[in-house]
């Protein structure tokens, strides 16, 4: 296994090479573009290169800004014809043919002449230029690049020149991200790129027109070139008022595996639907991210939580969609999204979801803590079976009162239940022999949640000003929660005086939350090169923590008795005020925005047993934003508050070897942050730059103080407030892409991304700064042969050092090796191979773990039905019956390795119908199922 890496690598680039050998075998044409009538160079002109035969599009270039153009990569020996186009000018025609004693044309100056009456000219279709430069627009006819005839418009964008699709699916142009996706000049399900990009099919477009988004300008005239972002206008063939896209699956496999969905949606003008449905036991989402976000209508109605894990699971508003949770999952979901265009230029959106995953985890914790004289290690073994069920409500209103004033309101409820049973068995050893304790926990879990939340927003520029604007921003979120704890414990404690601990109680907590918040700016432009910020924030937060805790009757009436001592409130409210003035001051290509922002914050906390605690809190710090180019650098002070829990004064003891105390007399955190930003897009060479450095350093922290009792090995957690917290990240990103002849395309990638965090530990008497550097550099490449042949390959390299100020801590180091290789061939036709191969290696892992842990997918999928609509795949999920979930974690003077129960070998067959109807202008029918 060791071998296949560099083996794979190696015949990467012995590809490349060949490809760019074979590129110095053809020839080339060149030249320099001229208005004849101006006496001025021609730039940005098309220069396209037909065969003479049967005008089929062999490359193209565009001419630079002093009219210079190369088309390299030409064959030999064939008759060609050269056709250079700019719009106002006449077309230019010429037929050649190059030898291998002749590989190199020079045209020397072109004489472009204007044309006399645009509107009569006769236009070739066959030679139809494949680009077209119009002032501030860039348009690519779609017939100009070939594509399968199951491909979408996703498909189409990877083969046009400047134009980048990530592995995600987001799009840039000449290196300027792409934000939104028109159809004719309107919107597509929402503004989101992806819901067209993913399913509109490739034929249907007649060209595609790029410009800057007129929207982002109008809110910042000054925003930097390079931040500008894009908007794609899709010209289709005929136009689309209606139709349906999406996709029904089903499957069954070995040791009962299952999967099965659908997503649709229908449109009908400005009215838009989707529905979905999915159940599955894989331990993954029934959809990607982007199905969910983009078709499923989340992005129309607005994203308040996401939350994504390594693995791909992801939760989204608080409704998981699968792969959410560790062990052996079983995930349903189901619901539906309304979006319509109403009189006044008013969109609405109405979404309903429900997700529910049922999970059984079975997972061994081996922990060491480094002391100073000695280890101490325990031993964690936990089963758990749980379930969750949520239901979310929620909408969205966009009204366009005019050309200059917009207004949002989004509104949304959840509806959350949970409940696990949990059985947590524990050991603990001193030097890995001498039995400290031992403890069987019993634990049945019931949480209950209601969340109201949503956002209000208003924005209004100046028709009589250039600059001149006013934004309003609010967001509120109410919160009420239950949690009932019922635990068991029996707690074995050796050493001098052993004794025996038995807890048989209930801990209900009830949480309540409110949050409003509020936010004023206004943009005053004194001169083209001058303007002044104000800002105005106004916070009101409410928060409520009420536990009780009850011993078990001895009279049989439950848990009634109420323990005083485990028992308490604490009531928060406050009010967190910003005042920020600043003032906008743009020299050519740079803007200089410097700011104070003024804080008052004033809360008032009540607790049932202490006296009460008033806190008021004035600060003034600077602020400060500067853009240079592709540079762009912020620097801010934040102020946040304690969380009502790590306020809470009473003990929880749920887990009688590891006690958390509350601390009622914390303080807020001041954090000072600096963000440095930078990217490039070299048009020449299509490559892209981008760099990013952010760093922290906090004041007043929240830090977790723990004592350790070498003797029991019971341990506490005290919240304290600490200085001197340091947090720094680095990650930069280099990328080029090469496309030949519209069928060979290529793209390397190499970044590197770096952490150090310095952090206080608190142990018993020992106050130690640890600091943890992580680097990892990675390298990805990707090539496309004719869409019959895709190689996927990606390495990443992982160093992480941790140190410590203390010798009574021990250093830590390791290394690790993660690649990824993706295999996609398709042939003959209507077959597609694909697999993949992960590998990790980690130097140093827990004993009886295997270093090296590798996992093969493969899979052979059979096309048919009309449009290759209708697949049968054949998968065998970890072929090499290898897989494990095994990991180490440092954190403190902490070293955890976990292993979890993970799905093991298993083949599984899926039929998918991928629905695609747009009101039987493709394929000549009408019918919803297209045979």
């Known amino acids: 296994m060791k071998s296949f890496l560099p083996a794979v690598l190696f015949l990467f680039f012995v590809c490349l090479a060949t490809g760019a050998f074979a590129q110095g075998q053809k020839g080339e044409v060149k030249g320099k573009l001229w208005d004849a009538t101006h006496k001025e160079a021609l730039s940005y002109a098309t220069i396209a290169v037909y065969t003479a035969q049967d005008t089929t599009l062999v490359t193209f270039r565009v001419s630079d800004d002093k009219g210079n153009f190369k088309v390299p990569g030409l064959a030999l020996n064939q008759k060609l014809r050269i056709v250079i186009t700019m719009t106002g000018f006449k077309v230019y025609r010429k037929e050649f043919t190059l030898s291998p004693e002749n590989r190199e044309m020079d045209l020397g100056q072109v004489e472009m002449t204007q044309s006399d009456n645009l509107l009569g000219e006769v236009v070739i279709l066959s030679e139809a230029p494949p680009i077209v430069v119009r002032k501030d627009t860039l348009e690519f006819n779609a017939n100009s690049f070939k594509t399968l005839p199951t491909a979408l418009l996703e498909d189409l964008l990877k083969k046009l020149p400047g134009v980048s699709v990530d592995g995600s699916g987001n799009i840039a142009v000449n290196g300027k991200a792409v934000n939104k996706i028109l159809v004719d000049g309107k919107e597509f399900f929402g503004n989101d790129p992806k819901v067209a990009s993913r399913n509109l099919p490739a034929d249907m477009i007649e060209k595609v027109q790029v410009v ?3 929207d982002a300008l109008r809110k910042d005239p000054d925003l930097p070139v390079n931040e500008i972002p894009q908007v794609i206008n899709l010209k289709l063939k005929k136009g689309i008022k209606q139709g349906a896209f999406g996709k029904v699956y089903a499957g069954t496999g070995s040791d009962r595996r299952y999967e099965g969905g659908g997503i649709l949606n229908v449109f009908r003008d400005t009215t ?18 982007e199905d969910i976000s983009r078709i499923g209508g989340f992005n129309r109605s607005g994203m308040n939580t996401i939350m994504v894990r390594s693995d791909g699971g992801f939760a989204v508003n608080g409704i998981s969609f699968g792969g ?7 995930s349903s979901g189901a619901g539906g999204n309304f979006n319509t265009l109403l009189k006044g230029d008013v969109k609405l959106n109405l ?31 936990r089963n758990q079976d749980s379930e969750s069920r949520n239901h979310r409500l929620g909408g969205r209103l966009d009204w366009k009162i005019d050309s200059l004033t917009n207004l949002s309101f989004s509104p949304s409820v959840v509806l959350a239940r949970s409940a696990s049973n949990q059985g947590l068995f524990t050991n603990t050893f001193r030097g890995g022999y001498e039995l400290l304790n031992t403890s069987d926990n019993q634990q049945l879990l019931e949480n209950t949640t209601t969340t109201f939340s949503g956002n209000l927003s208003f924005d209004r520029s100046s028709r009589r000003k250039k600059g001149r604007q006013f934004n309003f921003y609010g967001t509120y979120n109410f919160n009420d929660g239950d949690q009932d704890q019922y635990y068991r414990v029996e707690s074995y404690f050796t050493g001098t005086n052993p004794y025996t601990e038995t807890l048989d109680q209930l801990r209900d907590n009830v949480v309540a939350n409110t949050g409003v918040n509020t936010s004023f700016s206004y943009t005053e432009p004194f001169s083209k090169a001058l303007s002044g910020v104000v800002r105005v924030n106004s916070e009101f937060f409410k928060d409520r923590n009420l536990v009780n805790t009850f011993n078990l009757s001895s009279e049989g009436q439950g848990y009634s008795v109420l323990l005083p001592e485990l028992s308490d409130e604490v009531e928060r409210s406050g009010w967190r005020n910003y005042v920020t003035t600043s003032v906008k001051w743009k020299i050519k290509d740079l803007t200089l925005q410097p700011g104070v922002r003024f804080t008052l914050l004033n809360i008032d906390n009540a607790f049932q047993k202490l006296q009460p605690i008033k806190q008021e809190y004035f600060y003034a710090f600077p602020s400060l934003t500067v853009n240079w180019k592709e540079f762009n650098l912020s620097y801010n002070v934040n102020v946040r508050e304690p969380s009502a829990a790590d306020l809470q004064p009473v003990t929880d003891q749920s887990n009688p ?3 958390q105390y509350g601390n009622p007399e914390l303080a807020p955190t001041i954090s000072n942050s600096l963000n440095l930003h930078f990217r490039k897009f070299d048009t020449k060479r299509s490559i892209n730059y981008w760099a990013y450095l952010s760093g922290s350093i906090s004041r007043d922290a929240v ?3 723990r004592t350790l009792d070498e003797t029991t090995g019971l341990q506490t957690t ?52 640890g600091q943890n550097i992580s680097v990892n550099p990675s390298l990805s490449a990707r090539m496309n042969f004719n869409d019959k042949f895709e190689f996927n390959e990606s390495l990443t390299l992982g160093r992480r050092r941790s140190v410590y100020e203390d010798e009574a801590f021990q250093d830590i180091s390791f290394f690790t090796r993660t690649s990824r290789t993706g295999v996609v061939v398709r042939v003959p036709k209507r077959i597609v191979w694909e697999a993949t191969f992960d590998y990790t290696n980690n130097s140093n892992v827990a004993p009886g773990i295997r270093k090296d842990v590798s996992r093969l997918n493969a899979g052979v999928t059979f096309l048919f039905m009309k449009n290759d609509r209708a ?34 070998r298993y083949v599984l067959l899926t039929f998918t119908y991928n629905i695609r109807n747009f009101g039987g202008k493709v394929g000549g029918t009408n019918t919803f199922f297209r045979f």
Do not use: C
């Open 871 to 904: 697949q049968l795949k054949l998968s065998v999920y970890d072929l090499l019956d290898q897989n494990i979930s095994a990991y180490r974690s440092i954190r403190e003077n902490f070293v955890e390795d976990f292993q979890t129960q993970v799905l093991t």
């Open 657 to 659: 070897l590891f006690i």
């Open 718 to 769: 005290r919240p304290v407030n600490t200085d001197g917290n340091w947090q720094m990240n680095a990650n930069t990103d280099i990328s080029k892409d090469w496309k030949f002849d519209g069928k060979k395309q290529f793209s390397l990638t190499a970044s590197m991304w770096m952490n150090y965090t310095k952090t206080l530990i608190i142990l018993n008497d020992i106050r130690s700064y």
């Open 324 to 330: 959410t949770e560790d062990g052996i999952q079983r």
């Open 272 to 289: 838009q639907i989707s529905l979905l449905g999915y159940s599955n036991n894989l331990n993954r989402p029934a959809f990607g991210f």
């Open 351 to 381: 979404q309903y979801f429900f997700g529910g995953i049922d999970s059984d985890l079975n997972q061994l914790v081996n922990s060491a803590q480094h002391l100073e004289t000695d280890t101490i290690n325990s031993r964690r073994t």
């Open 212 to 214: 800057n988004d007129p």
């Open 703 to 705: 830090t977790r103080a």
